[in-house]
């Protein structure tokens, strides 16, 4: 079989069973970016930034992998004036209270580097590594530094080791390390220096830490993939609900960001510093709104009253009133997905937007203003809660539920694996191309907000067959021919295909489409199919061609899709596509995920599958046969 690209294509298989269109690839319909205020560009995707003790300048850390920086913005003027390589650089950033000393996470290089920092320019300077060169594999990655109250320490993630190493900045020399939770994300001090919290990106907690003996002191749960948090001093704002009877008195407020979440979740901190969940604040833009609008930062206004949380896949600041009387979540346009929050001493807010490569510095707006930006933010947000319902379907269109076309192949072929959730994870975008070096194993970090598609049929109490997809391949074959031996989604044990081998450059395609047709013979046998058949196979065109054939001549063609993703493009083959695609709705990725649950009568799993538009156009209302 040969693949056409992106353009509209018509191919036709076996007996002129399967017809087969190709869709553009682009994602419909759009997420539309506003951002207000000023836009100041700066380097690939940045992620961190720091303002200067003396208020003059933002340094901002540009964090896309090969091409790290990091930018110097002088506030007054809302311009950059300097840009200065990092040999590499992931998150983290921190400035000593002078202002004189800059250092930054070092990323895949797994060090500290320090940068000289005087009349609004850096100038590099010495290295400390946490690993040493000789000894650093893929599973060292420094990512958040913070210096310890008193300025003394350095305390630095080693994100795959899952632990925090601290290290005297005077000498670069290794103290100690901190065991902490799975991926440590942020680290938080609290005022008095004693304790230590970290988020432990992949536990879904906040970890709270003895910084003299490395104790972990407690364990607070909040929700999944929790990201950035900031402290704020003072009690709780009149009329807010204090803790349980028991509890120490809050001295202190903690807000956590939680990616796979949406939700703002705050905590009171003792005198102490221990803490206690409070209330999770609902970020959502409408009543219904499923999960997806990774809130995966947070920042503080100059006068401690509102709390800014970047809503990432959304393109929206939310803005949190924490000062009492219960004002509703507002929201301010961003540019695309904005990766970091920061309160201006002036009162302007500057963010971070990661894919559009830019400083975006705001006013502080009044509420009338921020009436306005909310509409904004919700007219450019393409998902209604309208959408959770089943679409209209055009008369006679075969795309609906308990409809003509009852079982689903879905083929992702070549490294992807975003196909099969509806929404990247703040995890893929925010590491892009440095993922730790674990074969196939998914890390524990990058899990989506609600799984993947094979959990959505499952707990709909459908039938489905896995080929390949979370499996631990064996190093070879047993006598009965099992070329798996465990599962990494432990919901797809019964339910995969023990001979089919997962990801492998060095075993053949052909030998995958074999083991598939080998079993849709079986299925033929027993008259049983599957509804939801998900293959996961590489980029030879002749296997593809074998799977194919083999649910052309089954006794389920005439009621089967077959879906191809090839990164970025989409396919789709069966006798219900029409000859030619007249419609020119750009279709996707998503598209054909948000088509498959209709098919399927699943409810859509995000905000992202939900805005998608489904690919009517692409289907005839009665099979074409006989070509």
Sequence with gaps: MKLFGNKT??????????????????????????????????????????????GKYLLVMNGGAGQTSISVIDLATAKETGRTPVPDAWLGMVMTKAGDKLYVGGGARAAVFEFSFANGALTAGRTFPVVAEKDRTSQDFVGDVRLAPDGHLLYVANVFRDSVVVMNPQSGFILSKIKTGRRPYRILFHPAGKTMYVSSW??????????????????????????????VDGGLPPG????SEGVAEVKARVFVTAANTNSLFV????????????EAVNLALTPRQPLGMTPSAVGVSADRKQVFVACSDVNALAVVDIAGGHKPVMFMPTGAYPTA?????????????????????LDAPDDSKLEAFTEEVTANTPYRDEKLEAPEVPAGNPLRAAGPIKHVV???????NQPVSSIETDYTVRLGNRFSATGNAPDPANLPPVGYLW????????????????????????????????????????????EYRGPDPAYPDADRAKEFSNEMGEFDTTGELPQLLLVKIGTDDKALDTITAAVAKSKFASETAIFVVTPPAVRVISPWTKPDSPDSSPYGQLSALRTIEI?????????????????????????????
């Design 240 to 243: 807010a609900s204090g803790p």
């Design 455 to 498: 959990n959505a049929a499952s707990q709909a109490g459908l039938k489905i067959r896995n080929y390949g997809f979370q499996v631990h391949n064996r190093d070879r074959a047993t006598a009965d021919g099992e070329q798996v031996d465990r599962l990494y989604d432990p919901s797809l044990t019964g339910s995969t295909d023990m």
């Design 202 to 231: 992949a536990d879904g907690a906040i970890g709270q830490y003895d910084v003299n003996s490395g104790d972990r002191l407690a364990n607070v749960r909040v929700g999944p993939h929790p990201t950035d948090m900031i402290w």
């Design 9 to 54: 294509s018509v191919l036709l298989l076996t007996a002129g069973v399967l017809a087969s269109v190709s869709a553009d690839a682009q994602v419909s319909p759009r997420w539309k970016t506003t951002p207000a205020g000023t836009q100041i560009a700066v380097g690939t995707f940045p992620m961190a930034s720091v303002v200067t003790p003396d």
């Design 341 to 361: 929050v920061t309160g201006l001493t002036d009162g302007r807010i500057a963010v971070l937007n990661g894919n559009s490569n830019s400083v975006q510095l």
């Design 599 to 627: 098919i399927l009568g699943l409810r859509p799993m995000t905000i992202v599958d939900a805005a998608a538009t489904p690919m009517f156009g692409v289907f005839a209302n009665s099979p074409v046969s006989g070509r």
């Design 267 to 278: 905590m009171g901190a003792s005198e102490s510093g221990d803490l206690t969940k409070l």
């Design 410 to 416: 879905y083929v992702v072929r070549g490294d992807a």
